[in-house]
């Protein structure tokens, strides 16, 4: 049976994927591994591919950043079975289920600002997570108060409040998690404060809607599962999906690959005649397929096994660039 338009999916599974690229700058190499990854993942399994596009993400969206994303995953030759599917397009099923935690008293409005957090955290220093700062709590009313809802009210967040417990989960790559979200960031964001759903929360409603059963990420995002976790419980959300978080690919000066390692885009590495196949080679030697060659995108899917790969963080090398832009 075809399950779908894909000549790789011909076997239905009840097993779900997505890939969702935020359209907030074009793909670059790290990006595109994981992709690449979770795309094998689903192909080999026979999991349903579902694409969305992860376009909540505020000021950060670039125009025509999600046909871009589109474009050069399916230069890779990566493919999907349904979508694109995008979040802005509505948002009601955000704002219901805003609604149901606000009927529970479990979000509350808050107009703090960066710089108010930033001030309080300041006088009261904590190790949150790296990017973002412990919310100190400051406009959480002292006991959970039913409310209504409001998305439009002026320069209004409105952050959950996080019990004060471990939330465990197993993880494909990453292994045993326990991890205190209250003692971490504290009480997140779930709807900003230009009124639009916060990350978190599209996330975990998204995944819900789209059945999704099967997460595979980067490992930046390991903090991000235990809040979903932590929602999914709120929302009475099951079965939990399955997570799958990948070790990131850094520059060789230890930091996460981005702008400041230079031109990773594959778009400009497109433009200078690199190839799809020595582009996969090269993920493919960073995931645990051998020493670098051109390889096309069937074998990487033929050769592909989570076993193998690499559970250290991957380092984008100087050889690795040369090895791209050989002719
Ligand atoms: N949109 C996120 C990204 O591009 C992925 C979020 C997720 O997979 O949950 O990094």
Redesign the pocket.
């Known amino acids: 049976m075809v399950g779908g338009a894909s000549a790789y999916h011909n076997v239905m599974s009840d097993r779900r994927t997505r890939l969702?690229?935020?359209p907030t700058g074009a793909l670059h190499l790290g990006?595109a591994r994981t992709f690449l990854i979770n795309w094998a993942m689903a192909r080999q399994q026979n999991w349903t591919i579902v694409l969305r596009v992860?376009d909540l993400d505020g000021p950060r969206v670039k125009e025509g950043a999600d046909k871009l994303a589109i474009d050069i995953l399916q230069w890779l030759g990566l493919d999907w079975d349904e979508g694109p599917h995008y979040q802005r397009h509505d948002l009601t099923r955000y704002h219901a289920a805003l609604d149901r935690l606000a009927g529970q008293g479990l979000i509350y409005p808050c107009q703090c600002t960066r710089g108010d957090i930033a001030a309080a955290a300041r006088s009261a220093p904590h190790e949150g997570d790296e990017h973002e700062l412990r919310y100190p709590g400051t406009c959480r009313p002292a006991a959970a108060t039913p409310t209504r809802f409001e998305p439009a009210l002026d320069a209004t967040a409105w952050r959950v409040r996080v019990p004060d417990q471990v939330i465990s989960f197993t993880d494909q790559v990453a292994g045993e998690q326990a991890i205190n979200v209250a003692q971490g960031v504290g009480d997140f964001v779930l709807s900003t404060r230009m009124g639009l759903p916060a990350?978190q929360l599209a996330?975990v409603v998204d995944d819900a809607a789209q059945h999704i059963t099967d997460?595979v990420?980067?490992d930046d995002?390991v903090p991000?599962a235990a809040r979903q976790i932590m929602l999914q419980q709120m929302l009475n959300i099951a079965p939990q999906p399955r997570y799958t978080h990948l070790p990131l690919v850094y520059g060789p000066d230890g930091r996460r690959l981005a702008k400041r390692h230079g031109d990773t885009r594959l778009t400009t590495y497109r433009k200078h005649g690199v190839s799809a196949e020595r582009i996969i080679g090269l993920l493919g030697h960073w995931s645990g397929l051998g020493p670098r060659q051109p390889m096309t995108l069937s074998m990487f899917l033929e050769r592909f096994d989570l076993a193998r790969l690499p559970r250290q963080p991957i380092t984008f090398t100087a050889d690795d660039e040369k090895w791209l832009l050989t002719k």
Request: proline share 8%; hydrophobic share 35%; aromatic share 8%.
């Open positions: 969702a690229p935020s990006n992860e990350y996330v997460v990420r980067g995002l991000s």
